[in-house]
């Protein structure tokens, strides 16, 4: 079955473009003009992957994500005008997995799409145990794959689809440093997107595991070359 994608832009240009991008790829299109009509689609379901105008008749976009964040891991790409890198923080670090600047070429917005979608489904099912340790402290990460979800301490960690592949990623092979192009890579995130990006993500999930073990630091930062995850010698 093809994906179905979700368009909330508010102009028809635009959206009409977009929709025919998506279409010669295979992809079907709800498009929408209004942020409510948009969350009431992502609550009645089948949806694969949301592309919210960051700019909206009755709201904006960030506000739009962070409500489907509240019950729906969907991908979300933003579409917006405003090119500040602190707009783009912030729309990745409410649970955005890319933000495509206005004007932009319909064909590569439906290439980002198709990338994200490709990494949308776990790889391997089962489950996995991961000791870590860094500072003199160790703890288990619980990779579960079947759920799409990593267990701290048997804590279910909230985490935004972008960091749950990340921080699989990194667990999968402790103690490797993987390059901000690997990790976009293993996030699904399209080569166009900024390595900050990931320096966003991660900050995020460092956070999300203190949380949690707030004595540890799990997550090392070797500069100029990337991230890894410490593991426990003992």
Do not use: W
Request: proline share 5%; glycine share 8%; aromatic share 4%.
């Amino acid at each position: 079955m093809p994906p179905t994608i979700l368009l909330v832009e508010d102009d028809r240009p635009i959206a009409d473009n977009v929709i025919l991008a998506l279409a010669r790829e295979g992809m079907g299109c709800r498009h929408v003009s209004l942020a409510a009509e948009g969350l009431a689609q992502v609550r009645a379901g089948g949806v694969d992957l949301a592309i919210l105008d960051v700019g909206l008749p009755d709201g904006n976009g960030f506000d739009l994500c962070r409500a489907i964040r509240v019950f729906s891991d969907v991908p979300v790409i933003f579409l917006t005008a405003r090119s500040d890198e602190i707009d783009r923080v912030v729309g990745l670090e409410i649970g955005a997995d890319d933000y495509v600047l206005k004007p932009f070429s319909p064909r590569e917005l439906a290439a980002r799409v198709k990338t994200i979608l490709r990494r949308a489904r776990p790889g391997q099912s089962g489950v996995s145990d991961v000791k870590c340790g860094a500072n003199q402290t160790r703890f288990f990460l619980q990779v579960d794959e079947d759920r799409a979800k990593i267990f701290c301490r048997g804590v279910a960690l909230d985490l935004s689809r972008s960091e749950y592949l990340m921080l699989k990623a990194l667990a999968a092979r402790p103690e490797k440093v993987f390059s901000r192009a690997e990790l976009m890579d293993a996030a699904g995130l399209a080569e166009a997107s900024l390595e900050r990006t990931v320096d966003s993500h991660i900050k995020s999930l460092r956070a999300k595991l203190a949380a949690l073990a707030p004595e540890a630091d799990p997550i090392r930062t070797h500069r100029g070359l990337g991230y890894s995850l410490a593991r426990d010698p003992a």
